[in-house]
């Protein structure tokens, strides 16, 4: 039974052979896995490991800490700090980035980490994530901020964990994405999607459809036409899913397609989105780039912003080939003003002025 199974550190070793530092990323990765083993270890405990609940205390980003989402922080700075292989990493749940004492090693890697995604899922037993980055740190000197602050096309690898029925562990290092399902008994992670690919047209769609009103006019189009479905110029009906856990609905698109939307809104003008940049929106581009999806903000790639803060913000569109380029023309149409009933009212107001 179970012959011929490929384990993470076999297959990390086959696709990161050569120099040093693919060895070490590997090594890393490994480290990530054992962090993510132990998450998932607290997180099937529930009730009876007293994880569920809230903490007195808020992040940087003004939310209500759970209890899981700091035991999940520092499942990954005590195994980033003992590795030896990072200099410096940076979480949701840390204001600023935190450097791992040189003492431990030279630290070839930045790590940057949602450790624990869809908290409001936690306390209903509803599927969570960890997701994660992993950057190059500068040589022979401390990392600064400056360091963290790379486009998402720098990043090194980037993956996901998905706490739900079964844990799978989903990475890629820019050789396709792969996925691997922990076998509880042994605790390794086995291979068990090998090159996961999006199919490039879909017809499921997911955003969290109470913020209608706030989204931008090129997205209600997107959602109307989707719901209208054969009766309008879509010509099939579709289906609509949100779990509100970033990495479970992603997990779900990598498997059978699908398109995700966090899109730019009005609900809070501060804010150019819901979801960050550095450890969801890059990470994530990754993983679903290297699936054969597109990861854009509606109209730019995601991976080529240049990053001004560790926990900014940005409008997300990501999944299926076909249906994220057409948001990207629908967010064209509205800016040029091509579309008439849906150009963006700065146009409009040019062109009134025009005749
Ligand atoms: P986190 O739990 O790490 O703060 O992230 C939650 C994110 C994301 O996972 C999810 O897609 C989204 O927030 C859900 O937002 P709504 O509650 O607005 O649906
Ligand atoms: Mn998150
Ligand atoms: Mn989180």
């Not at 405990?45 to 205390?57: M, N, T």
């Not at 499942?75 to 980033?80: E, L, P, R, V």
Request: one cysteine or more; a negative charge.
């Amino acid at each position: 039974m179970h012959q011929g199974r490929t384990t993470l550190s076999k297959f990390l070793i086959q696709q990161l052979k050569g120099a040093p530092e693919q060895s070490d990323l590997a090594a890393l990765l490994v480290d990530i896995a054992a962090a993510v083993k132990a998450i998932s270890a607290m997180t099937a405990k529930g009730e009876l490991g007293g994880v569920l609940g809230s903490l007195d205390s808020t992040n940087v980003q003004g939310e209500t800490q759970k209890k899981l989402d700091v035991m999940a922080d520092r499942a990954f700075i005590n195994t980033f700090s003992m590795g030896g292989l990072v200099a410096g990493l940076a979480s949701e749940e840390n204001d600023d980035p935190i450097e791992i004492d040189p003492q431990d090693g030279s630290g070839r890697f930045l790590a940057v980490f949602d450790p624990l995604d869809g908290s409001s899922n936690i306390d209903v037993n509803v599927s969570v994530g960890s997701i994660f980055s992993v950057l190059r740190a500068p040589e022979g000197r401390a990392p600064v901020m400056a360091d963290y602050l790379r486009p998402g096309s720098h990043q090194l690898a980037a993956g996901y964990a998905i706490y739900g029925p079964s844990t799978m562990f989903v990475l890629t290092v820019g050789k396709g994405t792969h996925g691997f399902t922990l076998d509880r008994e042994v605790g390794n992670f086995i291979l068990t999607h090998p090159h996961m690919q999006i199919p490039e047209d879909t017809s499921e769609f997911a955003i969290n459809a109470s913020n209608e009103r706030f989204w931008e006019p090129p997205v209600q189009r997107y959602v109307l036409e989707c719901k209208n479905g054969r009766t309008d110029v879509r010509e099939r009906d579709f289906n609509m899913r949100w779990i509100a856990s970033m990495v479970a609905d992603i997990h779900r698109i990598l498997m059978r397609g699908g398109v995700f939307m966090y899109p730019r809104d009005t609900k809070d003008p501060s804010k150019a989105g819901r979801l960050r940049l550095m450890y969801e929106a890059n990470p994530m581009s990754y993983v679903v780039e290297q699936a054969g999806g597109i990861g854009s903000t509606g109209r730019v790639r995601i991976l080529d912003i240049e990053p001004e803060q560790i926990h900014q913000r940005v409008p997300v569109i990501i999944g299926s080939r076909n249906e994220v380029e057409r948001l990207e023309r629908y967010h064209r149409d509205y800016d040029s003003g091509v579309d008439e009933k849906y150009s963006s009212p700065l146009f409009q107001e040019r062109s009134l002025f025009a005749s």
